[in-house]
């Protein structure tokens, strides 16, 4: 849908706003972890992946150590598949280590209903049976609509449901930045 | 694929290069979904296919159904023997009796031309056209042109040779609209009488000498010689056929060095194909096969979905 009907509101983060944010989500991770052994790092497509791709670099930077990466795609995992009336595009999922045992840190840019993470957990699980599954998110905006939570959280944004938010990032669409913007009518959420 | 309401695949002549394309990018996906220890995903829960198949078929037949399977849909499966075909009952009133058990998708492999189109009229469910007649076999054209696609990288601009019974071939048709849809050059070759008139309208080239199609092609893909067609007398024996036009390595001399081997199956060795050209690294037959499962998923995939107008996917919102 794009950003047609949507009026923009805020600018809450900009690129340098951005770059502290994953530089912390990153140490917390190898904290939490006491480490990098067994972690593998999953980005939800699409912008969960350029976002897992700068907690990789963050933690090559200062542990000076490879952890592996992976893409989820998630589309043939939705639980809205029936009432969409053009099946959604599918992407390749790759996930290039074995998960059986090991650490997966899933990225994402947004967490709203929850349905996404939802459909992340059963795909990853298809794959074998990690030791445990740990969420990054960028903003949090409320709303779940299912019993999910992040572990690491980059702002908490609280919004109404008449609200978007809009995730740039550079790799995607040539800006770091996360918008607010409004609908002018209540046109459908995600 | 009509793009309204209900959504068939009947035929490759009516789709779009776009459309190709974006099938042929679903197709990847697929098959990588094939590759996984656990080779299922939801995608298709709760939703129904029924397998009428009006012909002998094993290929074909076991690869919707594993397709189905792999997309998490229920199937069921019909034949002509032991039905009620065999007691008379007309195909309008078989299907309209298989939809009135709610299926949601048909899959109609038919020895008549047009039957796809004929029963995507009769019926709510989206119909897939699994080979009707002489006309077209949608699905094995896509699964062609992809694992073309996947093996060189490319379709556009490569030249592609059809050698065979292209006159009774549904599979020649749905892979001469897929490729020249895409930017491929073909040229269909074999004796005469199995060319079809003014085949040249459906943007091929035609060539009687199996040396001059294979000059230079990228990819050679050899049909099945039928029996039927000696008895209606199209050609003398199966001999002089191979004689004439049997894909030999010989014969392949004058092909690109790694052009790609297809064939649709099942093979007649010593025949259309030679023995060692069956065996040849350069074929890719089995690919065929694989990427079969892969290419009806992404059909029964992009063929689903619900009536609703909701957008598709707020990109890069949430």
Known sequence: MGEEGLREKAIILDAQAMRRMLTRIAHEIVERNKGTKDLVIVGIRRRGVPLARRIQTKIREFEGIEVPLGMLDITLYRDDLQTISHAPVVRTTEIPVDVDNRIIILVDDVLYTGRTVRAALDELIDFGRPRSIQLAVLIDRGHRELPIRADYVGKNVPTSSREVIAVNMEEEDGTDCVKILEMDDDEGKE | ?318
């Open chain 2, 1 to 318: 694929m009509r793009m309204d309401d209900k959504r068939d695949l009947l035929d490759l002549e009516s789709l779009s290069s776009v459309e190709i394309v974006d099938l042929l990018d679903t197709t990847r996906s697929m098959r990588q979904v094939i590759d996984r220890p656990v080779k299922k995903v939801p995608a298709l829960r709760g939703k129904t296919v029924a397998n009428l198949f009006y012909e002998p078929s094993t290929r074909t037949r076991l690869s919707f159904e594993l397709a189905e399977k792999r997309l998490t849909a229920d199937s069921i499966n019909f034949s002509t023997s032991g039905s009620s075909v065999a007691k008379g009952e007309t195909l309008r009133d078989t299907v309209r009796n298989i939809e009135a058990m709610g299926v949601d998708f048909v899959v109609l492999r038919h020895g008549s031309s047009g039957a796809a189109h004929f029963v995507a009229r009769e019926v709510k469910a989206s119909v897939i056209n699994a080979g009707d007649g002489t006309h077209e076999h949608p699905t094995q054209g896509l699964l062609d042109v992809y694992t073309i696609r996947e093996k060189l990288g490319k379709v556009a601009g490569l030249r592609v040779a059809i050698v065979g019974d292209i006159a009774h071939s549904r599979v020649a048709r749905s892979n001469i609209w897929a490729l020249t849809k895409l930017g491929a050059e073909v040229v269909v070759c074999g004796p005469t009488t199995l060319i079809p008139a003014d085949v040249e309208l459906m943007g091929v080239t035609v060539s009687h000498q199996v040396e001059e199609a294979l000059e230079g092609a990228h990819v050679v893909n050899i049909l099945r010689i039928q029996q039927e067609r000696l008895k209606s007398n199209l050609l003398p024996s199966l001999r002089e056929y191979a004689l004439q036009f049997s894909v030999t390595s010989e014969r392949l001399r004058v092909a690109h060095p790694e052009v790609l081997i297809m064939h649709p199956g099942p093979m007649n060795r010593g025949i259309e194909i030679a023995q060692e050209v069956a065996e040849d690294g350069r074929n890719v037959i089995l690919d065929q096969v694989t990427n079969g499962v892969a290419v009806r998923m992404a059909v029964l995939y992009h063929l689903s979905g619900g009536e609703s107008l909701l957008p598709v996917g707020l990109e890069g919102v949430a």
